[in-house]
């Protein structure tokens, strides 16, 4: 076990025990953001050469997936900064050594190109409004996804797709909006930033698709959005297993209407759990399997190709959604007591179901992923 997986599973208590008062306040306690700041919980993918931990896939994963067990919000917080810190192995090296000028800082942003910046001198004036910001009001620095305009029209790169960049900012200079009213994953703070007219240096900005890592590790031969797929995929596996362990617990002690016998000693639910189980166990295990074997070809110090790169994000869809059923599964099980607000199991299936919308591993990816299995020409610039 790595160590920084061991200080996870040590604050997953302190975590349990505030799930609800993470849920309430709609965002993650700025104490508690401090506290996992200083475990180095968002560095774990961000470069070594910034202070980082740069850990490897699969370590970084199964942490953010212990913390998804405590609860999803906060894991989905720690899975948001620590793939936005990813960024930082792409932007020059003085830019993103000020950015992560101090262990703690916090970084987020949203990918998806809703402002619109035009250059102007060494930079860009940059406008826009991004929605689903997680984590936002806990950041020091904040990107946003825009469109660079070009005679006042979007400029488009050599296959006609849209020339966006990821431009970064102090997150004074944002507004954030409280407009994160959900019925799952309460607790990410996921509302709304937005900039107006602010200037951007040139060198606070990137293209996740078009330029390449500053930084030559094997995880940043990762596919940048893939790793953010496997991200979410890893909060989904820690609130899938948490959802089976609140199921066990209650079913020792509780009685079905008209039953003598607890919910545990009845067949029917000892053979969904156990058909839960194995769902649960084999997605984890082809999850794992596809991140180790990209690993190891990013160790060689080969770029993953685009067969590979495929393989990650079905394994991270298929996680999701698996998990998904699980979550859903177990709360059949749990009955009524399931539906009370008190009862985490009402949560983890909320908080599952939200996780499924998420683009990255929403139902288009089977279709994305079938075109390479089916051997067809596919764009792989988003896998």
Same mark, same amino acid.
Request: net charge neutral.
């Given at each position: ?7 996870? #599973? ?26 996992? @700041? ?9 470069? =070594? ?6 850990? %490897? ?8 997936? !212990? ?5 999803? *919000?906060? %894991? ?48 860009? #004036?940059?406008?826009? #409004?991004?929605?689903? &910001? ?8 904040? !990107?946003? %996804? ?26 004074? $200079? $944002? ?38 890592? =500053? ?12 790793? +953010? &797929? ?10 899938? =297993? ?8 209650? @079913? ?14 009845? !067949? !029917?639910?000892?053979?969904?759990? &156990?058909? @839960?189980?194995?769902? +649960?166990?084999?997605?984890? $295990?082809?999850?794992?399997? &596809? ?35 699980? @979550?859903?599964?177990?709360?059949? +099980?749990?009955? %009524? ?5 008190? *009862? ?5 299936? =909320? ?33």
């Amino acid at each position: 076990m790595s160590e920084m997986l061991s200080q996870a #599973r040590q604050l997953a208590p302190t975590i349990r025990e505030r799930a609800q008062e993470i849920e309430r306040a709609r965002r993650l306690p700025a104490d508690l953001a401090v506290t996992l @700041a200083q475990a180095g919980v968002f560095r774990i993918m961000l470069p =070594r050469s910034l202070g980082g931990l740069e850990l %490897g896939a699969a370590d970084a994963l199964r942490v953010i997936e !212990a913390i998804g067990e405590a609860d999803a *919000s906060t %894991g989905w917080c720690v899975m948001i900064a620590a793939t936005s810190s990813l960024s930082a192995a792409y932007l020059p090296m003085e830019a993103a050594r000020r950015i992560h000028a101090t262990p703690t800082t916090i970084t987020g942003g949203v990918f998806a190109p809703m402002g619109k910046a035009r250059a102007e001198g060494d930079g860009y #004036r940059l406008s826009g #409004r991004w929605q689903w &910001a997680s984590g936002s009001a806990n950041c020091a620095w904040l !990107a946003g %996804g825009s469109a660079i305009l070009e005679d006042g029209k979007p400029r488009l790169l050599p296959n006609g797709t849209l020339d966006s960049r990821m431009l970064f900012f102090p997150a004074s $200079a $944002a507004t954030l909006i409280d407009s994160w009213h959900t019925s799952g994953l309460c607790g990410t703070g996921s509302g709304e930033m937005q900039v107006d007219d602010i200037t951007v240096p040139r060198e606070y900005s990137v293209s996740l698709i078009t330029d390449l890592p =500053r930084e030559q590790g094997p995880l940043y031969r990762f596919p940048v959005f893939g790793l +953010l &797929a496997l991200g979410i995929a890893a909060v989904m596996l820690g609130n899938a =297993r948490a959802a089976v362990a609140d199921l066990v617990e209650l @079913a020792g002690a509780k009685k079905p209407q008209a039953s003598s016998r607890t919910l545990a000693e009845r !067949a !029917a639910a000892q053979a969904e759990l &156990a058909q @839960a189980e194995a769902r +649960l166990r084999g997605a984890r $295990a082809f999850y794992y399997e &596809a991140v180790g074997e990209a690993w190891s070809k990013a160790c060689a110090g080969d770029p993953l190709d685009t067969a590979e790169r495929a393989s990650l994000r079905l394994a991270a869809t298929h996680a999701v959604r698996t998990c998904a059923d699980v @979550a859903r599964a177990m709360h059949d +099980l749990g009955g %009524g007591s399931s539906v009370f607000l008190s *009862s985490a199991l009402q949560r983890r299936f =909320r908080d599952a179901h939200v996780g499924t919308q998420h683009m990255m591993v929403s139902p288009a990816t089977w279709e994305l992923t079938g075109r390479v299995l089916m051997g067809l020409p596919t764009d792989a610039s988003v896998l």
